[in-house]
T-cell receptor
């Protein structure tokens, strides 16, 4: 059974600081890994999709890496802004998505 | 805007009742999955439909059932509601099973009293 863990559970940083969010998973037989953003009480917004054959993916200030052999992914958010405050979820796809519990980020102005 | 819409956005039901939640997927997306998200937790996989057939199910009892229709819409039905069924229910659509990006709707918040 796939287990996904996200550390830390919560993070508070001043505006402008870089964010590092970690995700680990137990079974490396995955198709891909997705990072999502979730605002309170809302649905999930896809941020990045990393195919299992890729090592990283970038979109604007976001960069995600994937090390399938060690079961780890890291999401980097450069130069954080108050609008980045949200919960960030990683999910591994082995035909269904298995999610971590998320990291709740607060960026202080 | 993901192109995935869910209805209703909020719902209050009484324990023991039945509920139907609806999802409209992106056109051309043959796969729809449903997830339950309790407060403070990550979404949990309920089941997945591909071309109107269920092809995978998570650890949920049979009172959770679903349907997928040819027009890219789908339903989640829950019978004999329990207090613990209170959660945000999310549907996700994708082009195929596995290895493709999943797009989520805004969710339906179900409260069972």
């Amino acid at each position: 059974k796939q287990e996904v863990t996200q550390i830390p559970a919560a993070l508070s940083v001043p505006e402008g600081e870089n964010l590092v969010l970690n995700c680990s998973f137990t079974d490396s037989a995955i198709y891909n890994l997705q990072w999502f953003r979730q605002d309170p009480g809302k649905g999930l917004t896809s941020l990045l999709l990393i195919q299992s054959s890729q090592r990283e993916q970038t979109s604007g200030r976001l960069n995600a890496s994937l090390d399938k052999s060690s079961g780890r992914s890291t999401l980097y958010i450069a130069a954080s802004q108050p609008g980045d405050s949200a919960t960030y979820l990683c999910a591994v796809d082995d035909y269904k998505l298995s999610f971590g519990a998320g990291t709740t980020v607060t960026v202080r102005a | 805007e993901t192109g995935v819409t869910q209805s209703p956005t909020h719902l209050i039901k009484t324990r023991g009742q039945q509920v139907t939640l609806r999802c409209s997927s992106q056109s051309g997306h043959n796969t729809v999955s449903w997830y339950q998200q309790a407060l403070g937790q990550g979404p949990q996989f309920i089941f997945q439909y591909y071309r109107e057939e269920e092809n995978g199910r998570g650890n949920f009892p049979p009172r959770f059932s679903g349907l997928q229709f040819p027009n890219y819409s789908s339903e989640l039905n829950v019978n004999a509601l329990e207090l613990d069924d209170s959660a945000l229910y999310l549907c996700a659509s994708s082009l195929a099973m596995g290895d493709t990006e999943a797009f989520f709707g805004q969710g339906t918040r179900l409260t069972v009293v």
